[in-house]
């Protein structure tokens, strides 16, 4: 069956170092990958879009990356602030519209 | 910054009573979504909605539930005879114009959260 697996359910990183969000899937073919933020109580908040054919993309702080061969998606917070700590959410999509989410990584940067 | 706006925020409803979800999506936007997320699960997709018709929708979306565009603004999901297990936050999203897979993402709303007595 699919499967969508992000990395520990929580990742502590200080202030000032990059944070790394894994996210792997199983059993499916995405046309294309989203990642996004959600605080408690909060609705998914959208930060970044990568199709299949694309193997980067950056949006200042954040990097994503999309390796169809593995089946992963790298997600990249440079130079970590105490502000960025939230949920992040990957979410597949596939030649229909909807989107199939991962159970999320809590991450908490510590000052 | 244009939003998807959700109301109520928090809605309580005993079991058995109908309820409506309303949803005033981006202004311009042409696709429209409910998902929902159960406390401490992920977000799990509903029903996807376009040109006045349900494209997609998820083995949760049961002949209990429903989905409207009464008039150009609002979107609705009402759910029939609500059960114990429809307690959710539930969201509302859209998206623009594009083909599956363009760089058009669905933009989410705050939810409303939904406790059945």
């Known amino acids: 069956s699919q499967k969508i697996e992000q990395n520990s359910e929580a990742l502590n990183i200080q202030e000032g170092k990059t944070a790394t969000l894994t996210c792997n899937y199983t059993n499916y073919s995405p046309a294309y990958l989203q990642w996004y933020r959600q605080d408690p109580g909060r609705g998914p908040v959208f930060l970044l879009l990568?199709?299949?054919?694309?193997k980067e993309k950056r949006k200042e702080r954040l990097k994503v990356t999309f390796d169809t061969t593995l089946k992963q998606s790298l997600f990249h917070i440079t130079a970590s602030q105490p502000a960025d700590s939230a949920t992040y959410l990957c979410a597949l999509g596939q030649d229909t519209d909807k989107l199939i989410f991962g159970t999320g990584t809590r991450l908490q940067v510590f000052p | 910054e244009p939003e998807v706006t959700q109301t109520p925020s928090h809605q309580v409803t005993q079991m058995g009573q109908e309820v409506i979800l309303r949803c005033v999506p981006i202004s311009n936007h042409l696709y429209f979504y409910w998902y929902r997320q159960i406390l401490g699960q992920k977000v799990e997709f509903l029903v996807s909605?376009?040109?006045?018709?349900?494209?997609?929708k998820s083995e949760i979306f049961d002949d209990q539930f429903s989905v409207e565009r009464p008039d150009g603004s609002n979107f609705t999901l009402k759910i029939r005879s609500t059960k114990l297990e429809d307690s959710a936050m539930y969201f509302c999203?859209?998206?623009?114009?594009?083909?599956?897979?363009?760089?058009?993402?669905?933009?989410f709303g705050d939810g409303t959260r939904l406790s059945i007595l």
């Open positions: 990568i199709r299949e054919n694309e």
């Open positions: 909605f376009y040109n006045n018709e349900i494209s997609e």
């Open positions: 999203a859209s998206r623009g114009a594009g083909a599956y897979g363009s760089n058009q993402p669905q933009h």
